[in-house]
């Protein structure tokens, strides 16, 4: 099958990009002596899963017990929810799988809804407790004494045992501060979480907190666009133990308008057609594509205004010059050229989106391809986990 048989819109993996994105992280965890445990919210295949597991990763990723479900049934053993699991329906459906799952807590509330759980089926579940070091979303702020008390609460509460702490870097999403360069903001977000992980470790340590001894405790962060600014090392006998980033196997434009990624780097690309065009009364040419926000989703990126990247070059990765998505309608993408569009009703065009994560959960299929031929097509299997 050819890319001219498909019909779009449609998402498109270029099958060597995604497989040197996969390479470079895993080489990126061996170097600095981390584990590499992948989250699947951005891909949600078991085929890529499985290619990440080839390769070295040591367990997944996962955002909501549904996903865990998932990849249990395919046969993945070790699965770390990075996200608080609250109620009693989620917890009774981790212990209904086949496999070993470790959640996330950051409330009182939410480890006494947990705990009993477990405790009634005399089972002890691995909890981290989520800590925030900078983002200003879940997790106990690193430096605040309520994390060694939340601690102390875990070791003395059946049901859980306490393994690590977690934590994202969402702030890396932010961009540059005033007079800080892009490479130079990414940086700084990586020490930053590197080191306030590494020092709440210390700091339970230093309060007796039995669970937290340099060398037997997970120390988990990950955020696409800072990982590869990460430098391990050592402070108190602590470690950092693993590294979750998502975002990498395709990258996208906001990784690209970060910084993070360059356009030969991006694996996935929506696939449309123009379904018509028209001139406007500012003499700009306005065309339209069969990709709305059901698959590019309304996402903005940084560094630039639009809703995705539409290419000149799709085998070189060059971006249309000149040419902007504009604004998406539920089924359309609204294109401008400033001048003379070259696209005609009826040409493909193949468009980076913004957000790669979102843009897969729109489809249930994606398609592997090599240049224009289609090798496979893929399906995105945690589509429906939505609990």
Known sequence: MLLEDLPTPCLLIER????QNLDRMQAHATAQAVALRPHVKTHKSIHIAREQVARGAQGLTLAKPSEAAVFAEAGFCNLRIAYPVVGPTAHEQLLGLKAQVSFCVDTTEGLHAAAPVYAAHDRTADVLLEVDTGYGRTGVPWDHADLVALARLVE???GVRLVGLLTHAGQSYD???AGETAEAALQRVA???RDRLLEAAQRLHEAGVAAAQPGAFELSLGATPSIYHLENRSYAGFRITEIRPGTYVF???TQVGLGAATWQDCALTVMATVVSKRRD????ERFY?????KILTSDRRAGADGFGTLLYNPAAMVPMPHARLVKLSEEHGWGQVLGGATLAVGDRVRIVPNHACVTVHTRSTCYLVDGEEVQASLSVDARDAVT
């Not at 060597?16 to 497989?19: F, I």
């Not at 009364?281 to 700009?284: I, L």
């Open 191 to 193: 020490h930053e979480e």
């Open 281 to 284: 009364a500012t003499g700009s």
């Open 175 to 177: 961009g540059p501060q």
């Open 289 to 293: 594509v069969d990709a709305g926000k």
């Open 251 to 253: 990258m996208d434009g």
């Open 156 to 158: 003395e509460t059946p």
């Open 16 to 19: 060597r990009r995604l497989m």
